[in-house]
């Protein structure tokens, strides 16, 4: 079981960018999935989050990204989204996407309580 991120760049303030997570060996809807970032010398926060399918597909945008960035699943493909809209260069960080199997809520999970983590992949938002 593997989740593979890509879709980090470096990009002007106010551009977009959308990270993917391809989950490898999983059956996607399952899962309960996030993306968290952690920029240098700041703890790792989580950004956004997805219950599984049969849980509903609710979803939780943190206040720092909500109305920018959208959390979003394929589950025929297995891969899951993070489209970064208006982009400024606080968001500069190390985005990692997360899944854990489980029908509870997304909204309380924090990052301990996944089990998958994908390597990471820099978002660079500079002029």
């Known amino acids: 079981l593997e989740l593979v991120e890509s879709g980090g760049d470096l990009v002007q303030p106010g551009g977009s960018l959308r990270l993917s997570c391809e989950a490898a060996g999983f059956v996607l809807s399952w899962y309960a999935i996030a993306w968290f970032r952690q920029a240098p010398g700041k703890e790792r926060e989580v950004l956004a989050c997805?219950?599984?399918?049969?849980?509903?597909?609710?979803?939780h945008h943190s206040d720092s990204v909500q109305g920018r960035f959208t959390i979003s699943r394929d589950n025929a493909n297995d891969i899951f989204y993070l489209q970064m809209n208006s982009l400024k260069p606080e968001d500069t960080a190390v985005y990692s996407c997360?899944?854990?199997?489980?029908?509870?809520?997304?909204?309380?999970?924090?990052?301990?309580?996944?089990?998958?983590w994908g390597q990471g992949t820099q978002v660079i938002v500079s002029a």
């Open positions: 997805m219950s599984a399918t049969r849980s509903g597909e609710s979803t």
């Open positions: 997360a899944a854990r199997v489980t029908q509870e809520p997304c909204a309380e999970m924090g990052g301990a309580d996944y089990d998958f």
